[in-house]
């Protein structure tokens, strides 16, 4: 009943599609923030370029997550759906507020040794952060529901 | 004095596809007499989701027969195998 999940002729109702789905994405991201990262840096252009089909993998990686996602998103969920998206979204706020408390903890220690420790000095790098960061904690809960949900029948 | 062995894992195994198909329904209707996803019946019948307490009973009720009839932490064995090993016994 899940025709959605038909993308590129790919059957996304199959666990093991929807892990390379969730692997593609978080490598896509990984790719995009390196070339933001990277492109800040070096003021490259071809960087930046690399970045685009990386973009792209990251794009259609969301929309397949967020089309997983969707029945457990309504009001009226049942017990079973509830109990995925709570679990869901309690693991992907374990992450989040561990990577919250590491950065302000690292920030803390660079802010006392500034000449030891790197800190974020341009705009690019701030803004790189900020989407990263942003781009993780909209994905991650999505992405533990489509890694966790087994074989949707068809 | 021994204790009495108790299944430690958390499998609980269950006759809802068998009682069913005996009464005709899909897994849609089972699903909204039950109100939940027709998902949540897939899942369940094939042992991926133990329903809570409150859906067992919603079960129970449903199909007319306690929850032991339906839901077991031992494996169920076959129905067939039951009736006829109690018409062996009875002749």
Known sequence: MRSNLLVYGIDFRRQSNRRL????????????????????????????????PAALVLVTGWWVLN?????????KLDERELQVRNSAF????????????????????ALEHPTRLWL??????????IWGFLLLSITLPHAFIAWQDPDYEA | MTSPKVNSTNSLYNRISVLRAERNLSRQDLADALGVNYQTIGYMERGDYNPSLELAFRASELFGLP??????????RPLSEQVYGKNQKSE
Not at chain 1, 23 to 43: D, H, N, P, R
Not at chain 1, 67 to 75: H, I, N
Not at chain 1, 93 to 104: D, P
């Open chain 2, 67 to 76: 929850i032991e009839a339906i839901f077991s932490r031992q494996p169920f």
């Open chain 1, 21 to 52: 789905a969730c692997i593609a994405t978080y490598l896509g991201y990984l790719l995009v923030v390196g070339s933001l990262w990277t492109g800040a840096e070096f003021k490259s252009l071809p960087i930046a370029l690399a970045a685009l």
């Open chain 1, 120 to 129: 974020p000095s341009t705009d690019r790098h701030m803004q790189t952060l």
């Open chain 1, 67 to 75: 089309e997983v996602a969707k029945p457990y998103s309504g009001d």
């Open chain 1, 90 to 109: 309690f693991r992907a706020y374990q992450i989040i507020a561990g990577l919250t408390a590491l950065a302000l903890i690292y920030g803390n220690f």
